[in-house]
């Protein structure tokens, strides 16, 4: 069936190819599709959030937060891109969590993988909203109705997502570049090196107002300029050959994201003074308007238009896959892990978070839906170091293949633990009440699994890849 | 302005076409295919018939 020259993760041959996508989802993705899927989902932080660290701790609080913001993530796109490169399947960190750590675990990865996205693509429609009526203002119609255009959102993308994956990451990739290209165009075009230069550094630029506080605080919000990049786990099975495009679009999404952040802090800051910054709804538009240029208003302005539908989009894709997973691992009742025959998309997973979605998005608070959503995503983050240290334990490099191989470790692992302590403790100082709701949840849930829902998971069945017994069993 | 609020109709009724189009395939699909072939999915599937993970 197998042989050494096939030996290699996610390469098959044709026929057996054929055979192993009956009922399955389709693998047909590429590297570009990854990088459109990690880089969607976080873009839009670019282009709204990441400035209310500046309004914590002014504007160098807010390039520190983005310095370390950006070592948490790069240490999260390096164990991200070993694991899962190695466990290649739907679910991500939740069927990591499943192979290495144990059942209660992969149970909460799960959850706070499906929250995470769920609440951000609520978070998204609520601002294709707001972006729709500032437009309407704009154009003098005041008291436009959003929540027709947030239904709209929703399910336009529902439905690309139903349809298929191979046309959903398509159009992500596309909306996603051009929201990237337009950050560039912003730099290059208020840049000095073409003539005359509306930036104004040396005038704006302050000391840190709130001193090293500031600067913690700002932590929280710093999170926004990368949050979301793991999201590329989702499509393991999805990805033609997960060893090389999974590794491969993980780590160019995490550069690509830490150009924009830094171009975006550059620009911005030059352009609007801290405490204005601090306050905007969309930052990177209203700079492309203190730009003087109304060609520059016009692309920034489509562009966090097509950032938020990539996020959106990208959300709706990973949520899906991951209540998928657990539906078919019987985690949640298994009618959530049925494939679509003809689309070949988790069709009722997609369906039923939908309602989910619309219900955040139309009756709860931008803020609080964002801070559930970043709650989510940092519970998530605590849990990898302790995954990759307990995989490299249980199975060393020599034991099995891996796709990628993150270097120095167990330093990722540590880093990544540490930064979200302090960024933990970031986020008490602001929502404190909010972070031990969130933990009171997971608790309850926990509890409900272990001692109600476990009996129906079949154990033995769980476990699918074909690896070694682990060091020390 | 006129446009605006014809737009948010608009805006309904095209939700509301994407809405059933899901919902209607959604229950032919499932009247038309058996409950085992639709959560016929396994996962590790491919990775079974074509790698060993060993070195």
């Known amino acids: 069936m197998s042989d050494t020259a096939t030996n290699t993760p996610g390469i098959a041959g044709e026929a057996e190819r054929a055979a192993a996508q009956n009922g399955g989802l389709l693998r047909v993705l590429g590297p570009a599709h990854i990088w459109a899927l990690g880089v969607g989902i976080v873009l839009v932080g670019e282009y709204m959030g990441w400035n209310f660290a500046v309004g914590k701790g002014g504007a160098y609080a807010a390039l520190i937060a983005c310095w370390f913001a950006g070592i948490l993530y790069s240490c999260v796109a390096m164990i991200d891109s070993e694991v899962t490169s190695t ?35 609520a978070a998204n429609a609520i601002t ?52 990237f290209s337009s950050i560039l165009i912003l730099f290059l075009a208020t840049s000095p090196v073409f003539g005359d230069s509306p930036l104004r550094h040396a005038e704006l630029m302050t000391d840190l107002p709130y ?69 905007s709804g969309v930052p990177l ?157 997971y608790i309850v849930v926990s509890l409900w699994f272990h001692f109600w829902r476990y009996r129906f998971v079949r154990r033995a069945a769980q476990f699918t890849m074909p690896w070694p017994k682990p060091q020390g069993y | 302005m006129l446009i605006w609020n014809l737009a948010e109709y608009v805006a309904w009724a095209l939700a509301a076409v994407l809405g059933a189009y899901i919902i209607i395939d959604w229950l032919r699909t499932d009247s038309r295919y058996s409950e085992e072939e639709l959560t016929s999915s396994r996962e590790g599937q491919l990775e079974a018939m074509t790698e060993q993970h060993e070195l």
């Open chain 1, 128 to 179: 294709v909203g707001f972006l729709v009526e500032t437009v309407a203002g704009m154009t003098g119609h005041e008291g436009l109705d959003p929540q027709p255009f947030i239904v709209l959102a929703i399910m336009f993308l529902a439905w690309l997502n139903y349809r298929g994956v191979l046309a959903t990451l398509t159009f992500s990739l596309v909306i996603t570049a051009f929201a």
């Open chain 1, 285 to 441: 538009f209203d700079a492309a308007r203190m730009s003087g240029s109304t060609a520059l208003t016009v692309l920034l302005g489509i562009g966090t238009l097509f950032a938020t539908l990539a996020s959106a989009n990208g959300c709706i894709n990973d949520a899906s896959r991951a209540w998928f997973a657990m539906g078919r691992d019987h985690y949640l009742p298994s009618w959530f892990g049925a494939v679509h025959p003809v689309y070949r998309t988790p069709y009722r997973a997609i369906i039923f978070l939908v309602p989910i979605a619309l219900i955040f998005a139309l009756g709860a608070p931008l803020d609080q839906v964002i801070t559930f959503s970043i709650l989510s995503g940092l519970l998530e983050y605590t849990f990898m170091p302790l995954n990759v240290i307990l995989f490299r334990r249980k199975w060393p490099l020599e034991t099995i293949k891996r796709g990628y191989e993150h270097p120095f470790h167990p330093l990722p692992a540590i880093t990544l633990l540490c930064l979200c302590g302090i960024t933990f403790f970031a986020v008490f100082l602001g929502y404190g009440t909010q972070l031990v709701a969130m933990i009171a949840f």
């Open chain 1, 211 to 279: 001193g090293w506080l500031g600067v913690l605080a700002a932590m929280h919000f710093g999170l926004w300029y990368y949050l979301g990049i793991e999201g590329t786990c989702q499509a393991a099975e999805e990805v033609r050959s997960p060893a090389r495009s999974l590794p491969f679009g993980t780590l160019a999404g995490i550069m690509t994201l830490l150009i924009a952040a830094t171009l975006t802090w550059y620009v911005s800051v030059g352009l609007m003074p801290w405490e204005y910054l601090g306050q």
């Open chain 1, 87 to 121: 466990v290649a399947a739907a679910g991500g960190q939740y069927t990591q969590a499943k192979h290495i750590v144990g059942p209660l675990m992969a149970f909460n990865v799960g959850l706070y993988l499906v929250f995470a996205y769920t609440m951000l693509e």
